[in-house]
């Protein structure tokens, strides 16, 4: 089975901006769960969705959010970008429940200007 | 909120010595304790992973250990090599269905 895939890979953008990332889970796995990644600050869960509904939801602002489509896939938005915002953002995908293995994606890497 | 820590922050050792990386929860109702590497510029992978009714597991050169009531777990990595060196997060399922991450130990091994 192919892996997990993220797009776009890299992106640059500017404060108040808005960003949408992708996330293609494996073939058969209907959990997805995406993390910000920063230096020293480990990964921090955002959010996750299974069957077209958020499960679960980390401590981060209304400015992120997200969505599942019918084949799983994924998108989380940014809105108004600051540059705190600058991470990894990485989504796992796991056939269930988060509590499972999760296969991680291999990252959007988005730096705010 | 829910809380896991993880400790050291970074780890050095020799090849060949053994490492252990040691992690404490909040949630009690906490019961998966999976443990990930993270080589550099790469993915988090799984390397092994625990359930609350088992109190140790093993898979080679890897170990994870659970105590319930102290609420913490522990990675052990006997007989280390250079290809070990790489940051190691530890993670609880949380009573919500999410997983929540340690802040990840830096280890190196010198050959």
């Known amino acids: 089975k192919a892996g997990v895939t993220q797009t776009p890979r890299y992106l640059i953008k500017t404060r108040g901006q808005q960003v949408t990332l992708s996330c293609s889970p494996i073939?058969?796995?209907?959990?997805v769960s995406w993390y910000q990644q920063t230096p020293g600050q480990g990964l921090q869960f955002l959010f996750e969705?299974?069957?077209?509904?958020?499960?679960n939801k980390g401590n981060f602002p209304g400015r992120f959010s997200g969505r599942q489509f019918s084949n799983s896939r994924s998108e989380m938005n940014v809105s108004t970008l600051e540059l705190g915002d600058s991470a990894l953002y990485l989504c796992?995908?796991?056939?269930?429940?988060?509590?499972?293995?999760?296969?991680f994606g291999p990252g959007t890497r988005l730096l705010v200007l | 909120g829910e809380n896991v820590e993880q400790h050291p922050s970074t780890l050095s050792v020799q090849e060949g010595d053994s490492a252990v990386i040691k992690c404490t929860y909040s949630d009690s109702a906490s019961n998966y304790f999976p443990w990930y590497k993270q080589e550099l510029g790469k993915r988090p992978q799984l390397i092994i992973d625990?359930?609350?009714?088992?109190g140790e597991k093993k898979d080679q050169r890897i170990a994870v250990t659970l105590n319930k009531t102290a609420k913490h777990f522990s990675l052990h990595i006997t007989e280390t090599q250079p290809e070990d060196s790489a940051v190691y997060f530890c993670a609880a399922g949380g009573s919500q269905g999410n997983l929540i991450f340690g802040k990840g130990t830096k280890l190196s091994v010198k050959p």
């Open positions: 073939s058969g796995h209907r959990s």
């Open positions: 969705y299974f069957s077209e509904t958020q499960r």
């Open positions: 796992a995908s796991s056939p269930l429940d988060s509590q499972e293995t999760q296969y």
């Open positions: 625990i359930r609350s009714n088992v």
